[in-house]
T-cell receptor, first 111, second 110 residues
Framework: GQQLNQSPQSMFIQEGEDVSMNCTSS?????WLWYKQDPGEGPVLLIA?????ELTSNGRLTAQFGITRKDSFLNISASIPSDVGIYFC???????????FGQGTTLQVKP | DTAVSQTPKYLVTQMGNDKSIKCEQN?????MYWYKQDSKKFLKIMFS???????INETVPNRFSPKSPDKAHLNLHINSLELGDSAVYFC?????????FGSGTQLSVL
């Protein structure tokens, strides 16, 4: 089946640094979503991407939908301690209604 | 005011028992889901219902039976619980391409 490969698996950075993570697939996706999960909570939607090449920002977060529709990246600028959590990419499988997730990137920020 | 709420938050039970997790959404969405998150944090889709009808069933053991009495509710009943069922279970509802998740039910089978 379709899979999303997310990297890096984990990151440990200093407060104020910029962060970049990405997601790739061997299959084409029509929509890419980025979620963040805090400990003990459910994933929360950060950014949704709908068109190849689309670049979208949400505060300090920027995400892009790759031209080939097989990849996406998420950047976080000037990280702060509350950015700590697990970041997931997700994509819809055709018109099946299935949203599948990458393995997640665990981000830790040192004050 | 919680958009997607699930109960209980924690569930500790013995192997072989039967248990249920309830989910309700007040967003007016037609489609709801159950996901399972394992110890490595991988999120795997289990089921989806659209307006009370099952539309996705992802090779889940038939000990798991979802029930949707109306489009605002999707409950998950699990029979004969096994150790491997221990995980966090998330309910979600969908608007267009976006899924909105509950805060999860941590199930521990002893």
């Amino acid at each position: 089946g379709q899979q999303l490969n997310q990297s890096p698996q984990s990151m440990f950075i200093q407060e104020g640094e910029d962060v970049s993570m990405n997601c790739t697939s061997s299959s084409i996706f029509n929509t890419w979503l980025w979620y963040k999960q805090d400990p003990g909570e459910g994933p929360v939607l950060l950014i949704a991407l709908y068109k190849a090449g689309e670049l979208t920002s949400n505060g300090r977060l920027t995400a892009q939908f790759g031209i080939t529709r097989k990849d996406s990246f998420l950047n976080i600028s000037a990280s702060i301690p509350s950015d700590v959590g697990i970041y997931f990419c997700a994509g819809h499988v055709g018109n099946t209604g299935k949203l599948i997730f990458g393995q997640g990137t665990t981000l830790q920020v040192k004050p | 005011d919680t958009a997607v709420s699930q109960t209980p938050k924690y569930l500790v039970t013995q192997m072989g028992n039967d248990k249920s997790i309830k989910c309700e959404q007040n967003l007016g969405h037609d489609t709801m889901y159950w996901y399972k998150q394992d110890s490595k944090k991988f999120l795997k889709i289990m089921f989806s219902y659209n307006n009370k009808e099952l539309i996705i069933n992802e090779t889940v053991p038939n000990r798991f039976s979802p029930k949707s009495p109306d489009k605002a509710h999707l409950n998950l009943h699990i029979n004969s619980l096994e150790l491997g069922d221990s995980a966090v279970y998330f309910c979600a509802s969908r608007r267009n391409e976006k899924l909105f998740f509950g805060s999860g039910t941590q199930l521990s089978v002893l």
